[in-house]
Every structure is written in C-alpha cells, then in structure tokens.
C-alpha cells in the first residue's frame, strides 16, 4: 500500500473567455460509480448550459476517462485530463460546465479555456496525502492515563476522545508500520497489563 494525493472535498473555479462561462468543479472520488454520480449531480444542477465535459483519474488500475460532450474533439476532455494527470493528484474527477457567450472560440481558444478552468478547480482545492493507516487501542490504569496518551501523540498517534470506565480505553490513527515500537512501549509502561489491538491497514488522510 502506497500513499497517493487527491483532493479533501469538491472545489470550484471559473474562467471566461469571449463572454462564455466555464465553470469547473473537482471532487475526490474513488470508483468510477462515485465519478458519473458526480457528473450526473453538476449535469442536474446546470440543465441550461451548453456542455458538461468532464474528465477522471482513478487510482485503481490507473483508469482514465474523458469526454468533450459536443465540443470538437480533443478540444475539451482531453485537456481537462490532461491538466489532472499533471497534477499529480489521483481519485478525483473534474466537470467543466460552459455557458456559450455567443461567439465562436476556434479549437486553439477552446483548450486554453478548458485547460485554465481544470487548472482554477484545481488551484482551488485542497489537497491531501493518503497514507496507509492502522487504527489502534489500548486499555490501561487510570494513573497511566497521561503517560499513555503522551507516548501516542509522541508516536504521530491521533487520538480520538477517551473511554472512562474502571480503566481508560485509548483509541488512534497513525500510519501503518509505526505502530509497534510504541506498542512494545505501551506494554512497557503497563508492565504488561495493557490490552492492545490493531486494525488491519486501510488508508486515511493523516
């Protein structure tokens, strides 16, 4: 499992061009199911516009997709691909909506617009680094409580609020691999009594 980037949340950004409107908007996505629900969200909310291009990136299998939706083609689409897969980003989809201004732009004016749209979407958006993850907890005595917790926030642990019974449940994030030093430290400290478990890995933004 490698860390990848993509985008926190849907960001938009808008160009115009000879008094056409392009506006686009970027979302993370992770299955091609996720993506055309995307598109068919922006085509529903935007039924006057003239065209809906759209372009994708999924980091399974590295699957593409795009389309011009009318314009000529390799004049829409591929630009806004291209523009995500210079990026460096993955698992998002980009939906340029366009409302023509009357005036014709050429092929030459049609990818420069689409292309600067993708790119204020994009510059718009902030970005995340997903990494592999494992979520962690522990039980211990109260009088270990702070100790406990110190060491995991020391170890890059995110800690999620305590659990206070007879002992005190410890739940966290951090990044897969890191869990087992201080694990071994935890015991330490419990001189063995601590009760730990460990997810398997999945990925997180952490």
Not at 41 to 52: E, K, P, Q, S, Y
Not at 58 to 82: C, F, I, M
Not at 163 to 182: I, K
Request: with cysteine.
């Amino acid at each position: 499992m490698e860390e990848y980037r993509t985008i926190r949340r849907t960001a938009v950004g808008e160009y115009e061009e000879k008094k056409s409107r392009f506006i686009a908007a970027a979302a993370p996505v992770s299955t091609e199911a996720e993506a055309l629900a995307f598109l068919d969200g922006v085509r529903r909310a935007n039924r006057t516009a003239r065209h809906n291009v759209y372009a994708y990136l999924l980091r399974a299998g590295g699957r593409t997709r795009y389309s011009d939706d009318g314009e000529p083609a390799k004049t829409a689409g591929a630009p806004v691909l291209e523009v995500i897969t210079h990026s460096g980003l993955t698992d998002l989809i980009v939906v340029v909506t366009r409302y023509f201004g009357g005036v014709l732009l050429g092929t030459g004016g049609l990818v420069r617009a689409y292309t600067a749209a993708a790119r204020a979407a994009l510059d718009a958006a902030e970005t995340v680094t997903v990494q592999p993850a494992v979520r962690c907890a522990v039980t211990v005595d109260y009088p270990l409580y702070e100790r406990a917790a110190a060491l995991i926030a020391g170890a890059g642990g995110v800690l999620e609020p305590p659990v206070f019974t007879d002992r005190v449940g410890l739940c966290w994030q951090m990044r897969a691999g890191a869990e087992g030093p201080l694990l071994d430290s935890l015991r330490e400290l419990t001189r063995g009594r601590a009760e730990t478990t460990v997810s398997p890995p999945y990925f997180s933004p952490i």
